[in-house]
């Protein structure tokens, strides 16, 4: 059991949005900033959103991300085919002195 | 161009060891802390261990704390994690992983291809 958790699954045709939730505790997302990756089988997984909302570059604006109190979201808009993939959050709990992810999201194009 | 390049993977029997190493290149390997995450086949993604740019600090998730030490050798800008103890639960893909900033803020912006550990009687 992940110490955030995620939806295990969302859908959405192309060209729709679709957010996924992680919800933490004070301990984690409460203080610290989050992370999120976008990991096709395979290969190595892909930063999309750091800090809470910043993207690295050569992420497009497509990719969104927020925080609020203690839980933080993911959201994509225009959605691609491209874009079937696992979606991890992660951050630093400060009460296990550990990084943590959440469960994962599987994301389908419908 | 950021490179991560993982070694050491394999199989081996439970209660044995391994000593994976990931060489990097790119970047000034000695300012960044770096650390380890693993996939366990048909499971999310795990934090490991990770360690500072000096290796002054290190830290471990519980489920690998006493059998599993994270070191680095600047020198050689590579990143060691021994694994003792090994049990069947650890079977994974583990992957190296550059921490996105200076100041530690958990983030990984690069990531290697990872090497697969199977333990296995």
């Known amino acids: 059991q992940s110490v955030l958790t995620q939806p295990p699954s969302v859908s959405a045709a192309p060209g729709q949005k679709v957010t996924i939730s992680c919800s933490g505790s004070?301990?984690?997302?409460?203080?610290?900033?989050v992370s999120w990756y976008q990991h096709l089988p395979g290969t190595a997984p892909k930063l999309l959103i750091y800090?809470?909302?910043k993207r690295p570059s050569g992420i497009p604006d497509r990719f969104s991300g927020s925080k609020s109190g203690t839980s933080a979201t993911l959201g994509i808009t225009g959605l691609q085919t491209g874009d079937e993939a696992d979606y991890y959050c992660?951050?630093?709990?400060?009460?296990?002195?550990?990084?943590?992810f959440g469960g994962g999201t599987k994301l389908t194009v419908l | 161009e950021v490179q991560l390049l993982e070694s050491g993977g394999g199989s081996v029997q439970p209660g044995g060891s391994l000593r994976l190493s990931c060489v990097a290149s790119?970047?000034?390997?000695?300012?960044?802390?770096m650390n380890w995450v693993r996939q366990a086949p048909g499971k999310g993604l795990e934090w490991v261990s990770g360690?500072?740019?000096?290796?002054?600090?290190?830290y471990y998730a519980d489920s690998v704390k006493g059998r599993f030490t994270i070191s680095r050798d600047n020198s050689k800008k590579t990143l060691y994690l021994q694994m003792n103890s090994l049990r069947v639960e650890d079977t994974a893909v583990y992957y190296c992983?550059?921490?996105?900033?200076?100041?530690?803020?958990?983030?990984?912006?690069?990531w290697g291809q990872g090497t697969l550990v199977t333990v296995s009687s």
């Open positions: 992660g951050t630093w709990d400060n009460s296990l002195s550990a990084g943590v």
């Open positions: 004070s301990s984690n997302i409460g203080n610290n900033d």
């Open positions: 992983a550059k921490e996105g900033s200076i100041s530690w803020n958990y983030y990984f912006d690069y």
């Open positions: 800090d809470s909302n």
């Open positions: 790119g970047f000034t390997f000695d300012t960044y802390a």
């Open positions: 360690i500072s740019g000096t290796g002054n600090s290190a």
